[in-house]
């Protein structure tokens, strides 16, 4: 019978955790994933723990049949759990009333809330922590037993650990992503009651057929033979009392730790679900072995007490071994990527690792402070299930204690570092207090202990701190860690790695915010992810704040609501439209803070009076209001990040609607870099699914970025009203850095229409709360980012089927249609859409002629694919090539080469061998490299490279000439070659403005703009 009870506390441990985490999750969408909403869920479910512990000890001495008791609440808790799914669905609304009735009195909203998530966790909760008191009377009922207490109840806890372990494995890895949350708690909840069905029916098994009569167990008789060892080392009152109160602050301390090791490890290795499961993997696997290993162990120590002071010892010992290692595992990482093939498997294999490295030596001491602690306050016989019931309460109490001061103290007020010493400094205070009390210890021998404890304090002081540009670099996205790989770690020739400086750096309530410097850019960071830059994101951020105001078509000043405020960029972009007003929601008030870094480049939103900065999560922000938005703007962070996944899901989306005009717009921003096709799918089809009209647009050429904008009734891409917002020079010039330099950009910029995007998405997946798709799916994504890096190159190359615009557009009908038509040609020629630029072109040709529209002929005609046998642009056609001058001081043998090869490479190239000619420069030594040879060589090479489809070398070599405006005019040829590799290279936009300036200076010297074989209706690619 012991053997099943304690099969069935296993099975309690892992139901247990899965149903922690399942409600968690279920009230944090309704109540918010701010610190202070996790904090109040989680303090009611550890409240309701210590509750029912301390009431189950009270009964539980008196209870005769205890294991039928714990069955009973067994099955009452799986029958509770089915019902909250159902129970849960009442709360929106009354958060929503809540926020309508108290939303002025924060603190007084916060009690309320705290009472509402008790009021649905207190019975199932009461009735888990009960279930230890319960077992602990039945383990331990006879007096041999409760002469091994410390062994029995060790072990017991160890196995409800073990089970939390597998229960934690089970939901985060395997039941969640494959099953959803919903039939995950329905397996939870069958767990409980298969469990109490097991037991009973054990039970009736073993009154129907007792088990024949034994002798006494090799226990008993150990007993028997030294009663001594049986019995408990006599405590005084007050190390009892010592004890219980060390139990209790241990359990603050613990959970203290336990949420700092979670936010540093989730800056090292990512804040993924997964992540965060592989942490209290290695959380939960230290405290069962060490309770497993001390069970056993404690029975042998003489002094318990003396015991729990030196563990108390060892664990800040252990604490500061952690300490030393931690802004290395970055590195660690590396060095165990670089030894294994990267799969994601394989990473979450690394990242476990680097957690067990933080963790496991501190919670395999704090293990043994449970079995310590039974063995000591455990009183007699008669009291174990009170004795353990109470304690297990204090220590209860003493983790809620250190949830709200980890969350809102320690964190934001002391930071990581200072949190942990702060941590460590407290147990060394309960060693020194246990040391003080310990009666079998001579007064000079517990002075010593107190010393040393004072000592290692002390000597924590003089550690040095972590180097936080490690510890932040972000090596969890793999794409960087295998760039330093690659650079340091292989000895990368032609390339250096360069760490930045770090300018700003603060643990948040939410998150750890930092900024780096490189050079003159800045990049904002959320817990080692950068979300935002004054560099390559520039164009993203601000077209998301600006493209659905260019959209808006209503004739008042909208009212905009944004979600997630970053570099402040984007909210700076909505305040250069003539808006209503802004409210903008950001999880972390440190964002804020960090902004101010980017004042240069983000309209600096935050001083503008009609801007509204509000702290709190995005999904609650909109779901408890009542007022309705013109335009919703939501730009979080990426999707593989738990908490942000919230803001892809359909509900959400439900969320945004309900606070939407109806002929409101809405815009939401979503990733194509290390995502699954499938999954990006995914997240346009659930949008799709709520909202019928659903536009996509890239951010700019060639963006990993996509904006998607929603509305509930057609949005047609009407230039004249484009045009109207142009009018405005503040509006016109925030565009321009947003890339839309004239009205006909916003079109070009188009991926996916309407229709085309129900064809797009057909057959993906609907992205829910319940089977949190994206939330476990992009982690994956994430890990194994190279294989998906082709789909970009699809969706922006010639074959790409989508992104027509006939019946999107408006404004191309009236008497300058033909000019209206080139223009809008020339901009999707500059943005890479080479087939409507030449279908525009034609409509523009059939509605009418002139300058425009043959300028935007000529623009196609010079991009148009040819052989490489045919004639293009010549060289000097008036002097030729300068041969090359040698430096002075270049080898007189190299020069002599140099000389002879440039001969070989005229006569190559006149018989049109360019690849032939393109390997002998390539020969040359670096020395003559760029313009040493003299320009006209530099402008050989460089076309050599374009006909070798080197383009990116090719655009290195003609840059600089091109720079030069004394040599464009002698030599205007350059411009062209410059802008076909440009083109060629897919950097559209300064292909086209590379080949206008062609045209004019080309022009200018009265030569032709096309090689001699160029038809005028010659096609492009």
């Given at each position: ?42 303090a009611t479910y550890m409240g309701g723990l210590g509750l029912g512990s301390y009431l189950a000890g009270k009964v539980a001495d008196r209870i005769k049949n205890s294991v039928r008791a714990y069955a009973l609440a067994e099955a009452a808790i799986g029958l509770y759990a089915l019902a909250v799914p159902w129970l849960i669905h009442f709360y929106p609304g009354l958060n929503h009333w809540l926020w309508a009735t108290f939303g002025d009195h924060y603190t007084l909203l916060s009690l309320l809330r705290f009472v509402a998530s008790a009021a649905l966790l207190i019975v199932p909760t009461t009735l888990m922590g009960a279930t230890l008191p319960l077992l602990a009377r039945y383990f331990v009922s ?46 939870a909840a069958s767990f409980d009651m298969s469990l109490a069905a097991a037991i009973v029916i054990a039970q009736r098994v073993r009154r129907r057929w007792p088990a024949a009569p034994k002798g006494p167990s090799l226990d008993e008789l150990a007993a028997q033979a030294n009663p001594a060892e049986a019995n408990l080392v006599v405590i005084t009152p007050a190390a009892r009392r010592a004890v219980l109160f060390a139990f209790a602050v241990s359990g603050a301390t613990a959970m203290t730790l336990q949420v700092l090791w979670t936010r540093a490890l989730a800056v090292i290795i990512g804040s993924s679900i997964f992540s965060f499961t592989i942490i209290l993997l290695a959380f939960l696997i230290g ?735």
């Amino acid at each position: 019978m012991p053997t099943v009870v304690l099969c069935c506390f296993f099975l309690s441990g892992a139901s247990g955790l899965i149903l922690e985490l399942l409600w968690t999750r279920m009230l944090t969408l309704v109540f918010g994933s701010t610190a202070l909403a996790v904090s109040t869920v989680l303090a009611t479910y550890m409240g309701g723990l210590g509750l029912g512990s301390y009431l189950a000890g009270k009964v539980a001495d008196r209870i005769k049949n205890s294991v039928r008791a714990y069955a009973l609440a067994e099955a009452a808790i799986g029958l509770y759990a089915l019902a909250v799914p159902w129970l849960i669905h009442f709360y929106p609304g009354l958060n929503h009333w809540l926020w309508a009735t108290f939303g002025d009195h924060y603190t007084l909203l916060s009690l309320l809330r705290f009472v509402a998530s008790a009021a649905l966790l207190i019975v199932p909760t009461t009735l888990m922590g009960a279930t230890l008191p319960l077992l602990a009377r039945y383990f331990v009922s006879r007096p041999f037993e409760f002469g091994r207490v410390s062994l029995r109840l060790g072990t017991l806890y160890a196995v409800n650990i073990f089970g939390g372990v597998s229960g934690c494995f089970l939901a985060g890895f395997i039941a969640l992503p494959l099953i959803g949350v919903r039939s995950t708690n329905f397996l939870a909840a069958s767990f409980d009651m298969s469990l109490a069905a097991a037991i009973v029916i054990a039970q009736r098994v073993r009154r129907r057929w007792p088990a024949a009569p034994k002798g006494p167990s090799l226990d008993e008789l150990a007993a028997q033979a030294n009663p001594a060892e049986a019995n408990l080392v006599v405590i005084t009152p007050a190390a009892r009392r010592a004890v219980l109160f060390a139990f209790a602050v241990s359990g603050a301390t613990a959970m203290t730790l336990q949420v700092l090791w979670t936010r540093a490890l989730a800056v090292i290795i990512g804040s993924s679900i997964f992540s965060f499961t592989i942490i209290l993997l290695a959380f939960l696997i230290g405290l069962g072995t060490g309770s497993a290993a001390f069970g056993r162990l404690a029975q042998r120590f003489r002094d318990p007490v003396r015991s729990l002071a030196m563990v108390h010892l060892g664990i800040v010992a252990a604490i500061g071994l952690s300490y030393l290692v931690t802004d290395r595992l970055p590195y660690v990482f590396t060095y165990l990527l670089s030894s294994t093939s990267i799969t994601a498997d394989a990473v979450l294999a690394c990242q476990f690792t680097l957690a067990c490295i933080a963790v496991l030596p501190s919670t395999f001491l704090m293990g043994a402070i449970f079995p310590l602690t039974v063995r000591v306050v455990t009183a007699s016989l008669g009291r174990v299930g009170r004795d353990v019931g109470s304690a297990y309460a204090l220590n209860t109490v003493g983790a809620i204690v250190g949830s709200f001061l980890s969350g809102f103290v320690v964190l934001p007020q002391l930071g990581l570092q200072k949190g942990i010493y702060v941590s460590a400094v407290l147990d060394l205070g309960l060693a020194a207090l246990l040391f003080a009390v310990s009666t079998s210890l001579p007064r000079s021998r517990r002075l010593l202990g107190m010393a040393a404890a004072a000592g290692m304090a002390l000597l924590a002081l003089a550690l040095p701190r972590w180097n936080l540009t490690d510890f932040s670099i972000g090596f969890f996205r793999v794409s960087m860690a295998r760039d330093y790989i690659e650079i340091v770690e292989h000895r990368h020739q032609k390339k250096k790695w360069q760490s930045p400086k770090l300018v700003y750096y603060k643990d948040g309530i939410a998150t750890t915010v930092s900024v780096d410097q490189w050079g003159k850019v800045f990049s904002l960071k959320n817990n080692g992810k950068v979300d935002a830059s004054n560099d390559a994101d520039m164009p993203t951020q601000i077209s998301v704040g600006l493209l659905p105001l260019l959209l808006y078509h209503n004739d008042h000043a909208p009212k905009v609501a944004l979600v997630g405020f970053g570099s402040g960029v984007t909210a700076g972009a909505v305040t250069q439209y003539p808006i209503a007003s802004l409210e903008v929601v950001e999880l972390e008030p440190a964002i804020y803070e960090a902004s101010h870094f980017f004042d240069s480049v983000n309209q600096r939103p935050l001083e503008n009076p009609k801007v509204r900065a509000l702290a709190g999560d995005g999904r609650n922000f909109l779901s408890q209001r009542s007022d309705l938005f013109d335009v919703i703007i939501s730009q979080p962070s990426n999707p593989w990040i738990t908490g942000v996944s919230n803001l892809f899901t359909r509900e959400y989306f439900q969320d945004v609607k309900a606070r939407l005009r109806d002929d409101g717009i809405f815009c939401q921003w979503a990733q194509l870099y290390e995502m699954a096709p499938w999954n990006i799918k995914a997240i346009y089809r659930t949008l799709a699914g709520e909202f019928p009209f659903v536009m996509v647009f890239a951010a700019e050429d060639l963006s990993s970025d996509t904006i998607l904008i929603a509305s509930r009734h057609p949005i047609n891409l009407d230039v004249r009203r484009i045009a109207r917002a142009f009018q405005d020079p503040i509006v016109a010039a925030e565009a321009k850095r947003a890339g839309f330099a004239s009205p006909h950009d916003v079109p070009a910029f188009l991926l996916l229409g309407p229709e085309e995007l129900r064809s797009f998405t057909a057959g993906a997946r609907i992205n829910t709360d319940d089977n949190a798709l994206i939330e476990f799916a992009a982690p994956r994504d994430l890990l194994g980012y190279a294989k998906f890096d082709p789909y970009l190159a699809k969706i922006y190359g010639p074959m790409w089927p989508y992104g027509r615009l006939s019946e999107l557009v408006a404004g191309y009908d009236g008497p300058d249609r033909a000019v209206s038509m080139a223009r809008l040609a020339r901009s999707l020629l500059s943005h890479g859409k080479a087939r409507e630029a030449h279908l525009w072109q034609r409509r523009a040709e059939a509605a009418g002629n002139g300058p425009e529209v043959a300028h935007t002929r000529l623009l196609l005609d010079l991009v148009a694919t040819r052989e490489d046998r045919d004639p293009e642009i010549a060289l000097a056609p008036d002097d030729g090539l300068q041969p090359p001058v040698p430096p002075p001081g270049l080898a007189p043998a190299v020069a002599e080469r140099v000389r002879g090869d440039y001969q070989q490479i005229v006569a190559l190239v006149d018989k049109n061998k360019f690849a032939s000619a393109f390997k002998v420069v390539d020969d040359w030594p670096e020395e003559t490299w760029g313009t040493k040879l003299g320009k006209d060589v530099a402008l050989l090479t460089g076309v050599l490279e374009y006909k070798a489809e080197f383009y990116g070398d090719a655009i290195d070599e003609l840059k600089p000439l091109a720079d030069d405006a004394e040599y464009v005019k002698r030599r205007p040829e350059l411009l062209y070659y410059l802008g076909r590799a440009y083109y060629a290279n897919a950097t559209c936009a300064k292909a086209v403005a590379a080949l206008e300036r062609f045209i004019d200076a080309q022009g200018a010297l009265g030569r032709p703009l096309l090689p001699a074989s160029a038809a005028p209706e010659a096609t492009g690619n």
